[in-house]
Structures are given as structure tokens and as C-alpha cells.
């Protein structure tokens, strides 16, 4: 793996096609292949645009992972990067890669003075994700019972926030 480099994402294709491996590796993504195509990636980075953030992480020209969020609407939510979602690449997961995304990300909302908190919604039993937001300031804030399905299973979804200082 050489240098790593962390930049915005203008690759729709490569972001769809990252997040369908993770979250058919992971099974932790929300959304599995059949719900996502190229336009609902396009209209993700054009909303990380016009009102949120997006970083992917590159080994050389390779998307090996990313993150992004945008503004929550109505306007009375707009001090709230909503729908966080991340992921990082199987093959280079376990290599502080997540931390320094989600590091970089927070870094960005600090410098955003009308963004007060960071929102999203993870899995119960990702308790990988959940640990690594804790590690970086989140809070749960409360528990969906029931509110996804996992391998036939019901599971609850984790909802946890990061509040600015």
C-alpha cells in the first residue's frame, strides 16, 4: 500500500461500486445492491456538494474508502450533517484507515461554523463502527428496536450524534 491520499470524490461509479463490495462484505450498509444505481450515487455527491462533505481515501487513482454527509432538511436542521455514511474497502479495513476518514471528516464540520452536530444510524451489531464512532466523540443517543433486517433477523439500529464543542 503506498501513500494514501484523502480528497473529495468525483467519482460516482467508483463510490457506488465501493460501497456495493463493502456492503456485500460487511452486510452493515443500508442499502444492498439492487437499491443503489449510478443516480442515486450521483445525487449523493451532488448533495455532499451543494450542502455536505464527502472525502474518499485513494491508493493511487483506487477509491479505497469513504465518507459523506450532508445538511438535514428542513432549514430548522440545517446546523446537522445527517446520514453519515461510511466504509472502507475489506482489503484495507483494520489499518486505522476508518479513523483517520471519520478524523479528517470531523476536522472538516469544525471549520463549518453553522454545523453544530454529526448524525447517523448504525447497526446493533456492528460493534466495530460503533466503537471506533465512540472513540471519536459520539454518543448513542437511542435504539431502533426492530427497525432493519439482517440475515432474516430483526435488529435494532444505533442512533448516535457528535456534538461540535
Known sequence: MDELTF????????LRNLYDLVSKESGTL????????????????EKSFDSGINIGVYD?????????????????????MANMTMGVHPNYQGKGI??????????????QDEIKRIELFTP???????????????????????????????????AMAWLKD
Do not use: M, W
Not at 7 to 14: P, R, V, Y
Not at 31 to 44: C, G, H, M, T, W
Not at 60 to 80: D, G, Q, S
Open 60 to 80: 493511487k487513482e483506487k477509491l479505497v474508502a469513504f465518507i459523506y454527509a450532508y445538511k438535514f432538511e428542513p432549514k430548522v436542521f440545517n446546523h446537522t
Open 7 to 14: 480528497k473529495e470524490i468525483n467519482d460516482a461509479l467508483a
Open 124 to 158: 446493533s451489531i456492528n460493534l466495530t463502527a460503533i466503537k471506533l464512532y465512540q472513540r471519536h466523540g459520539f454518543k448513542q443517543e437511542g435504539i431502533f428496536k426492530d427497525r432493519a433486517i439482517f440475515k432474516g433477523k430483526l435488529i435494532d439500529d444505533i
Open 30 to 45: 443500508a442499502r444492498s445492491s439492487d437499491e443503489i444505481d449510478l443516480n442515486y450515487f450521483e445525487r449523493v455527491l
Open 98 to 111: 476508518g479513523s483517520r476518514l471519520l478524523e479528517c471528516f470531523i476536522e472538516e464540520v469544525k471549520r
